[in-house]
């Protein structure tokens, strides 16, 4: 059965975004936590494949899920390959929004909703439960350097396909796109030294 979903949000500034396992993913860090906190944390729930995160430009960011890959793919970014396991909800969530904000206050919950200014809110995905194989794909041109995309570059949306796990192999040595840090060393990213 081919399932379909998509969703957006917006970002104030360039950083991560991630789907997210809500049962199974820790979401609490510190009330004080630092940025390579966050990578750690985002580099140890990769490998429970409880989420699945990247860096993205600022601005609004789309979402695609679906079970079947459509032909052919656009490749403007070699895809990260990983394990994404659903236990119940999941949600589309942002560096302004919930993946942060519940990184650092540990009384919110996911999907987080900003009454303030709700295009920052959580994007809750009708994903069904499953032990999933995952492909995400950049649909559109953009190499991580800059806090924007270059102008005129599209929609900036992002593709996740999912298919059942068989012992696939995983892409999880670094935060996909990541441009900011170093290549993980020993399970933990290093902070950018520039």
Request: with cysteine; aromatic share 12%; hydrophobic share 35%.
């Amino acid at each position: 059965m081919k399932q379909s979903l998509s969703g957006r949000l917006s970002t104030d500034y360039g950083g991560f975004v991630a789907l997210i396992d809500v049962n199974t993913y820790r979401r609490f860090i510190s009330e004080s936590w630092e940025y390579s906190d966050l990578e750690n944390r985002l580099l140890e729930e990769m490998r429970r494949a409880t989420i699945i995160p990247w860096t993205t430009p600022a601005g609004q960011i789309w979402i695609r899920v679906q079970t079947e890959a459509p032909s052919p793919i656009p490749v403007h970014m070699p895809p990260h390959f990983q394990r994404f396991k659903v236990t119940g909800p999941v949600v589309f969530s942002g560096h302004s929004g919930g993946l942060t904000n519940c990184a650092q206050f540990e009384d919110l919950t996911l999907p987080y909703y900003d009454d303030l200014d709700p295009k920052f809110s959580d994007v809750l995905l009708d994903i069904p439960t499953g032990d999933y194989f995952a492909r995400l794909d950049q649909m559109f041109p953009y190499d991580g350097m800059d806090q924007f995309a270059p102008p005129r570059c599209g929609r900036k949306e992002y593709q996740v396909t999912l298919t059942p796990f068989n012992d696939q192999a995983s892409t999880i040595h670094d935060i996909p796109f990541a441009t900011r840090s170093e290549h993980a060393e020993g399970g933990k990213a290093s902070p950018a030294t520039s």
